[in-house]
């Protein structure tokens, strides 16, 4: 008994001390995303992110003398590649937190040994259902689909009251497919018939057949559902066979891409979004300035909540005033109102992202608010 | 079933076109397979990043620098004749005179994959490129009305171009002094060097030509989708394989032959089958599995002295 | 001596590299240890000849198997695990027998195939496997079912499989394997049932992929499709192929470097952070590289196991030359009677309506010009084919259209006119090979060491030793069949088929490459050999050979028979002459 009562004071100095030590000189943020092979666009974009806000982080002395420095390595989207970045960040590299990985699939897998070694992880691309009931440890701050894809759907129904929707998405990927179901559950909930739906597989690029199967059962409009890679094409085969009724896209649709390669067609595309180039929130608008000098091209939503997550880590070692890694976990989940691209960010209860949704539209070649 | 849609002529005929030039674009992908498969006994594996290197090829030509059509599509061949000779060179004829068993080209061919693919990721980045409409007017011509049946320009090259690339291939394989070389030392190696052939050379020019063909296809399937990743040829590479077999290994005609018949396949199956979208590829493989089974030579094959 | 230092050199760095980087991150170990499983898969084909692509789609059912007994029955993984490989087995049963009839790429292409399908089939079944998402297999309460890392029993289960190969490649199965991987028809015609045993690698193969496939699932702790696509495939090959197909060790080597050369690569090159690429373009060239300079792979660094020729030689107590006398005779009426026996290709007549018989004890002569249908005779005769038409009749029952390996065991046994030796195998091995419908022991049995094993072995070794030093190849026993001269080759045939102890012989031109003296002697031995019983049907061109040897003589002309009876008879014969001279 005396013995435990010894450990247990021991156990409070010790996290009383570490609390009271100020921030070391450099802090280490590790970070998996896919840099190579198909889903790199995503990973590469992030990365772009994040290098950012710890360039505009460390240039602010936001934390005093301290520094952030990054660990990033390619996870290749493979789930055994993810879990060995991991490990290798929580041993090797002995980070405070980890940005990452890319896809929900690798987070599944990786995401535990964070978990477990009680290692913070914030999310950035990771929207699937289920990845912050993985632990304590893991946060995330981007919105699940269920929040902002339906965004879109409210004021277009308000607008055009559709009766009859069809549906277009892709059956391979776990992003497009839940966010199907997301929009299947929101259209019948909005009272507007899902009359058609038809899917196509990663990687096909020609979509004539079932959009003019869609067509035929003339719907008022069309949801998508599509990476990036294919919404274009979608898109612009959709006008080619004559769809002129309102288009309503996942989160795929949401990329500068869409309007510089999509032109004419994706004129009236309607998105919901967590994060856009047309945001009014104050800090967008000097990240998207500073990612374009930076870069030399448009942020797209990926690169915006990238950078967000440093910009939340940041707050939260000044907060904590530690870069222990229990203690940054609580300072995490303590954040309020962090001024980030996002808008003013906090996470909820599930460490899961509070802020608000918006609808956009593109109008004369520019995403802008939908009215 | 959805009897309503087979009522509808223009719908049958839209996805018969759709379905031709969806097949068109595996053919002209699958010609230059085929060919290094039918001389040399091997399968290429890299085939289908240097159909990716030629899309970007294209791609450069036409929308950086701004040159016309068919500048695209002769830098395409050029760089996709330049690949294979290089493919040759490096990853096959070190193994060649090493005697060494067919696996051992095609896991080179596999390394040679993935050092282009990088290459390209790291030359072009992941971002997708696509061509500006200024290339190839992306608006459709219609048959029949706006209501008719729809052909886009992209879908009139490929189809032409599949044909003219069978027959051209065809006559130069047949007629040509080199076609007959060609064919002697996809006989027997042996025999042709007892011949007096130049075994090597004629090695050379046939990744010459394949190569060309990889060009051609990438440029073509460029158009089409207008989606030139450095991923891109992961998606075709599978469909390939399974049009060369459906055709037969090593059978030119054959692999146009099959290309249309999976892409009708593939076309129909969305179009008519309940939930056929999701169906589609499963569809495609168990037709090949089947027919393999029936017919192991593809629906065209021959004897390995008729091919190539 | 020399090749096998560096070799050891070789495979201990493998090992110590990827034993420093599981220290470093244990978790690697698991990802080691699943893949060398999945390159030993592989490996079960490759050694049986079987370009087979069938592993990454039979890991997929393992993996998903043991997941969803585990979550959705709550099954504990030392069950569902063997449940898994269970179902996998059933798979490759069904999908084995019609899919292995087709050869090299072509079964490749439908294993590739059944890839796909397995892979499109997880995406359409999501009730069961969280479709494309995957997701409802590793979330919440499921998740802690599905996660459970065993390093240890992986371990145990790599040990158990190199085990199991070690003693396989040991038996008379590994044997057959390696005579199959050689050559499988003349594996058929030494009595080894082709078909059972490549059925038997894929069945093997399968298990094995299914058991990674299930480890993988508790080791990772979710799935999706994705996991097992294409390029998965592509990578368990390349194990294989780069550890090389030659021995079972091989493949362990080769995922042992090409799991480890990533790691490697990523944590070495990290300095080129904007280069991200640059380790995947190094991992392609070393592939190159590596299988550019190795071409039989890792293992075929390694020496050549010694057939222990010498030992065996020791071992010859067994009386007499290795050559046992003919049995005698079972029924009356001839031995061997072919009957209006026809066969065409493609419309074209190699054999036409041919008739002879074969009385016991005699030694008859096939004659013909080039293209005369003598070596389709045999290759029907012998099962290789099956005629088109007409009867053969071996002991009075009609044996037409049985498998090769059947009519071997049956006692008809042959020599080929182009050499077809187990090549990379030694001078005693293709002989011992003759022995494989006389050596009982089970495969079981072979991985309980049993003791009549290795007695019948070593019988065996005996007795194919003494027959090589009857035949004066007795220096070359520990040869490679391949290395030895023409002549030589076609004495080891010779030898490969007698130690069939076949009632019927028949040799497809075996003075073919010999001089005079050879000849002679040849001429000689089958005259032995009739004095000891036994019936022969030889094929020549050796006109002097024939004349002094053979009771009887058949001339085919065209497919077919012009001619029968004694040499001098048909020597005189007006077609015989027409034929060979073309006179008009």
């Known amino acids: ?371 | 079933m959805d009897l309503s849609l087979f009522a509808n002529p223009v719908f049958l005929v839209q996805n018969l076109v759709d379905g031709l030039s969806r097949g068109a674009l595996y053919g002209v992908y699958a010609m230059g397979f085929t060919l290094i498969f039918g001389v040399l006994d091997i399968l290429n594996l890299a085939h289908a990043a240097t159909f990716m290197w030629c899309a970007f090829a294209g791609y450069l030509v036409m929308a950086v620098g701004g040159l016309p059509l068919p500048a695209g599509l002769a830098a395409a061949m050029l760089a996709g004749a330049l690949i294979a000779l290089l493919l040759e060179l490096l990853a096959f004829r070190p193994l060649r005179r090493e005697g060494a068993d067919k696996l051992s080209s095609m896991i080179s061919s596999i390394g040679a994959s993935l050092i282009l693919v990088s290459l390209a990721e790291a030359a072009f980045g992941a971002q997708t490129r696509r061509f500006p409409n200024s290339v190839l007017d992306p608006k459709p011509f219609y048959i029949g009305g706006f209501s008719g049946v729809r052909i886009s320009r992209a879908q009139i090259l490929i189809l032409a171009a599949s044909v003219v690339l069978m027959v051209g291939l065809g006559l130069f394989i047949r007629r040509t002094k080199m076609g007959k070389a060609i064919r002697a030392v996809a006989a027997s190696q042996k025999a042709a060097r007892l011949l007096g052939i130049d075994v090597n050379g004629v090695i050379v020019v046939t990744f010459l030509v394949a190569g060309a063909l990889a060009g051609a296809a990438g440029i073509l399937v460029a158009l089409l989708t207008n989606n030139i990743v450095p991923g891109m040829g992961n998606q075709i590479e599978l469909r390939g394989l399974a049009v060369v077999i459906l055709g037969g290994m090593g059978n030119i005609e054959g692999a146009v032959v099959g290309g249309f018949v999976l892409g009708l396949v593939e076309t129909f199956t969305i179009a008519y089958a309940p939930g056929g979208s999701d169906i589609k590829d499963a569809i495609a493989f168990l037709i090949l599995f089947i027919i393999l089974l029936v017919k192991p030579n593809g629906i065209m094959g021959r004897g390995k002295a008729d091919r190539a | 001596m020399k090749k096998s230092y560096a070799s050891w050199i070789v495979a201990a760095l493998i090992v110590a590299v990827d034993a420093f980087l599981c220290v470093k991150n244990p978790q690697d170990l698991d990802r080691l240890l699943i893949n060398a499983i999945l390159a030993l898969s592989a490996f079960a084909t490759l050694h049986a000849r079987l370009l087979s692509l069938a592993s990454a789609g039979f890991a997929a059912i393992g993996a998903y198997a043991s997941a969803i007994l585990a979550i959705k029955l709550g099954l504990p993984i030392w069950l569902s695990i063997p449940a898994a490989v269970l179902a996998c087995g059933i798979v490759a049963l069904i999908i084995g027998l019609p899919v292995l009839k087709l050869n090299d790429v072509y079964l490749a292409i439908c294993t590739l195939g059944f890839g796909e399908i397995v892979r499109v089939s997880i995406i359409l079944l999501p009730s069961l496997t969280g479709g494309s998402t995957g997701a409802n297999l590793s979330t919440g309460f499921a998740y802690e079912a599905m996660k459970q890392t065993r390093t240890w029993e992986l371990a145990l289960a790599l040990l158990a499989l190199c085990y199991l190969f070690w003693a396989t490649s040991r038996s008379k199965t590994g044997r057959a394997l390696r005579a199959i991987r050689e050559n499988p028809d003349a594996a058929a015609t030494m009595g080894i049932n082709v078909v059972v045993y490549k059925n038997g690698a894929f069945l093997a193969s399968a298990l094995i992929a299914g058991l990674a496939g299930a480890f993988y699932a508790h080791s990772v702790g979710s799935l999706d499709a994705g996991d097992f696509k294409f390029s998965r495939a592509v990578d368990i090959l390349s194990y294989a192929v780069l550890g090389g197909s030659g021995a079972w060790f091989g493949p362990i080597l080769g995922a042992g470097l090409l799991t480890a050369l990533p790691i490697l690569l990523r944590d070495g090159l990290r300095f080129l952070k904007d280069f991200s690429q640059l380790p995947n373009i190094v991992n392609g060239l070393a592939l190159m590289l590596a299988i550019i300079f190795m071409p039989g792979g890792l293992a075929a660094l390694f020496a050549r196991r010694s057939s222990r020729a010498s030992e065996a030689r020791g071992e010859a107590s067994t009386p007499g030359d290795g050559i046992e006398d003919a049995e005698e005779e079972r029924v009356s009426g001839p031995m061997l009677a072919v009957e209006g026996l026809s066969r065409s290709f493609g419309g074209v007549a190699a054999l036409c309506d041919v008739s002879f018989a074969i009385e016991r004890g005699q030694v008859i002569g096939l004659i013909g010009p080039n293209g005369a249908g003598k070596t389709t005779l045999i290759n029907t005769v012998s099962g290789i084919f099956p005629p088109s038409s007409g009867k053969i009749k071996w002991e009075g029952r009609e044996i037409q259209g049985r498998a090769a390996h059947r009519i071997a065991s049956g006692g008809i046994a042959r020599s080929y006119q182009n050499i077809q030796l187990f090549g990379e195998m030694s001078v005693l091995e293709n002989i011992v090979v003759g022995h494989h419908s006389r050596i009982h022991t089970s495969l079981a049995g072979s991985w309980l060491r049993l003791r009549s094993e290795k007695r019948e072995e070593r019988a065996a070794r005996a007795e194919a030793m003494a027959l090589i030093e009857r035949l004066g190849l007795g220096d070359l026993a520990d040869q490679e069949a391949s290395k030895l001269s023409y002549g030589d080759q076609r004495r080891v045939e010779i030898a490969r088929a007698l130690a069939l102890r076949p009632r019927l012989l028949l040799l497809d031109e075996p003075a073919a490459g010999m001089n005079e003296i050879e000849t002679a002697a040849l001429g000689d031995f089958i005259l032995e050999l009739k004095e000891r019983g036994y019936t022969i049907l030889v094929v020549e061109h050796h006109m002097d050979l024939i004349m002094k040897i053979c009771d009887e003589i058949v001339v085919l002309n065209f497919g077919s028979k012009i001619a029968q009876g004694a040499p001098e008879e048909v020597s005189r014969n007006e077609a015989v002459l027409e034929a060979y001279l073309g006179r008009e």
């Open chain 1, 1 to 371: 008994m005396k013995r435990i009562l010894f450990a247990t004071a021991i156990a409070i100095a010790t996290v009383c001390s570490i609390q009271a030590a100020p921030l070391p000189a450099t802090i280490k943020i590790g970070s998996a995303e896919s840099l190579t092979g198909d889903n790199a666009s995503y990973g590469v974009s992030i990365r772009k992110g994040i290098e950012l806000g710890i360039e505009e982080v460390n240039a602010s002395k936001l934390l005093g003398s301290s520094l952030l420095s990054l660990a990033i390595y390619d996870d290749k989207a493979d789930k055994q590649e993810g879990i060995s970045v991991f490990n290798k960040l929580i041993n090797d590299d002995k980070v405070s937190a980890i940005i990452g990985p890319t896809l929900s699939s690798t987070g599944f897998a990786a995401i535990p040994v964070a978990q477990k070694a009680g290692v913070p992880v914030i999310g950035t691309s990771l929207t699937a259902v289920g990845i912050t009931a993985m632990g304590d440890y893991v946060f995330r701050d981007c919105l699940p689909q269920a929040v902002f894809v339906p965004a879109a759907l409210a004021p277009v129904k308000a607008k055009f009251a559709p009766k009859k929707a069809a549906m277009l998405f892709e059956s391979t990927n776990e992003y497009s497919k839940s966010e199907a179901d997301v929009f299947k559950a929101a259209l019948a909930k909005a009272g507007i018939e899902l009359v058609a739906s038809e899917s196509y597989s990663k990687g096909d690029s020609d979509f004539r057949t079932q959009l003019s199967k869609l067509a035929a059962k003339k719907p008022d409009i069309y949801v998508f559902c599509s990476l990036i890679g294919e919404a274009i094409p979608v898109l612009q085969q959709a006008r080619e066979i004559g769809v002129t009724q309102p288009i309503v896209g996942g989160n795929g649709f949401n990329n500068p891409n869409v309007i510089k390669n999509g032109k004419e067609a994706a004129e009236g595309l309607v998105v919901g979004a967590a994060w856009s180039l047309a945001s009014a929130v104050p800090k967008s608008k000097s990240f998207v300035e500073a990612f374009k000098k930076k870069n030399g091209s448009d942020p797209d939503q990926f690169a915006a909540q990238g950078y967000s997550a440093v910009l939340i880590v940041a707050q939260a070692l000044k907060d904590g005033g530690s870069a222990d890694r229990a203690a940054l976990r609580d300072a995490l989940a303590k954040v309020h109102n962090v001024d980030t691209p996002l808008g003013l960010f906090s996470f909820d209860a599930n460490r899961d992202p509070v802020c608000p949704p918006i609808a956009l539209t593109i109008k004369d070649g520019r995403y802008q608010l939908f009215q």
